[in-house]
């Protein structure tokens, strides 16, 4: 009886194997379409691509590994009856619940990994992937920025690009709010970055444009500088030394136990750290359920 339950197990290694390995490709390639934008470019290295890329995998595993479960299944045990060799063995006296112990067993041992995984190595992998997102962003401060969007990491400055060409910027606009007075706006029709020598911030140089400044005396009124080049130190959070604060998918099952519990004692909805928890536990639990759905 051992050897048929080890039988049973070694076909499903094969198509176990071959599933997780076609699945996590497959969702990798939606990744590495931008990943290969930043090395070509944007000048990203292609060691920190490669780092972005392991912190990923993980938390693609939480999905291709039940899918590739039910796949495993359904083509183990078809082939073995498309054999007869499940005939035979019921035929020779062994009860098929006999044949399945040991699958289930696997997919309730496979789901405990799960929960280990989803409880200690993606959150930390989430994290260690934004932290190698503000590097770069540091590093390549163009690779950080997409067009078309407002980027708020720069305070107290507000930038938005319209075009970004490698490492250049074209049709900048650069927002001041200012606390007693109208927001000063800094227009440039091309910039550039350029690292600090003490590599806490970026140097961002602007050519061709104007300033809008507010006039002290006259409260309300503003008047437009020109420049041909205008040059401005840009400090971000990550380089003043501040730790980034852990998002809900960012922590462990204590941590969100905890979060919860807080956010409960001070009136705030605590929802959103409820459904976190409970997701990551269905996550982990799906590859036994789908273990079971390819036997039914």
Not at 9 to 25: D, F, R, W, Y
Not at 49 to 55: A, D, E, F
Not at 221 to 242: A, E, F
Not at 279 to 288: D, G, H, N, P, Y
């Amino acid at each position: 009886m051992k050897i048929l339950r080890t039988y049973v197990l070694k076909e499903h290694l094969a198509p176990l194997a071959v599933a997780v390995s076609g699945l996590t490709l497959v969702a990798l390639v939606g990744n590495l379409v931008k990943l290969a934008e930043l090395v070509v470019s944007k000048g990203v290295s292609l060691f920190d691509v490669l780092r972005l890329l392991i912190y990923s995998m993980p938390y693609l595993l939480t999905f291709t590994l039940p899918i590739a479960c039910l796949i495993a299944m359904v083509m183990a045990f078809g082939r073995l009856s498309t054999d007869y060799e499940l005939i035979a063995m019921r035929a020779s006296g062994v009860a098929p619940a006999k044949l399945v112990l040991p699958v289930l067993t696997a997919g309730l041992l496979i789901s405990g990994g799960m929960l280990a995984l989803n409880d200690r190595v993606i959150p930390e992998t989430h994290l260690a992937s934004r932290r190698q997102l503000k590097a770069i962003g540091i590093k390549h401060p163009t690779a950080y920025i997409e067009a078309g969007t407002f980027i708020k990491e720069f305070e107290p400055y507000v930038l938005f690009v319209y075009h970004v060409d490698r490492q250049t910027l074209f049709n900048v606009r650069i927002y001041e709010p200012q606390p007693n007075g109208p927001t000063r706006t800094i227009v440039a029709q091309r910039g550039a970055f350029e690292p600090l020598p003490d590599r806490r911030g970026v140097r961002l140089k602007l050519y061709d444009g104007t300033v809008d400044e507010w006039n002290p005396e006259h409260p309300g009124s503003l008047y437009k500088v020109s420049y041909r080049t205008y040059t401005m130190n840009l400090i971000t959070d990550s380089s003043k030394g501040r730790r980034l604060g852990k998002k809900l998918k960012e922590m462990t099952f204590k941590e969100l136990l905890t979060e919860r519990q807080r956010l409960t004692a001070e009136g705030i909805e605590a929802m959103p750290a409820s459904l976190e928890f409970h997701r990551k536990i269905a996550l982990s639990c799906a590859t036994l359920v789908f273990v079971v759905f390819g036997l039914a």
